[in-house]
């Protein structure tokens, strides 16, 4: 299959593991196109709760234009979404400053949430020691 049937397939399919397993293929690959595509899907609400994978494959690719999206996760998203999102930020060497303005504003906000999960702490604080 073409790697253009294979971002038409990622982009439609139902099937959670098919979408999970592409998105892992063609994220290895480099395929041209896919972080665009894996961003979309990420956001959108029906796949809130299965968007974890799809963090991880996006995570091979340069994340450096997506930093706000993926502290976002870290501060709001799963238990996997999060832990994927904190680990994908960890391979940003550069990003744009509004961007990373951007990103600290949601770290600070998260921060100051009273009653945080154990686990979501320990991610922002490991997400703040990023940006100090």
């Not at 029906?46 to 494959?57: Q, T």
Request: with cysteine; aromatic share 4%.
């Amino acid at each position: 299959m073409a790697a253009s049937d294979d971002i038409r397939l990622l982009e439609t399919t139902a099937d959670t593991d098919q979408r999970n397993a592409l998105a892992l293929r063609l994220a290895q690959a480099g395929t041209p196109g896919l972080e665009a595509l894996l961003v979309r899907l990420i956001q959108r609400p029906d796949l809130a709760d299965k968007r974890g994978p799809l963090i991880h494959a996006l995570g091979f690719l340069d994340c450096s234009d997506h930093v706000a999206l993926l502290v976002e996760l870290v501060a709001s998203g799963g238990y996997e979404a999060a832990h994927e999102a904190l680990q994908a930020l960890e391979t940003v060497d550069e990003a744009d400053a509004e961007d990373v303005e951007k990103a600290r504003d949601i770290l600070d906000r998260a921060r100051s949430v009273a009653n945080l999960e154990t686990w979501r702490e320990s991610l922002l604080n490991e997400l703040a020691e990023l940006f100090d």
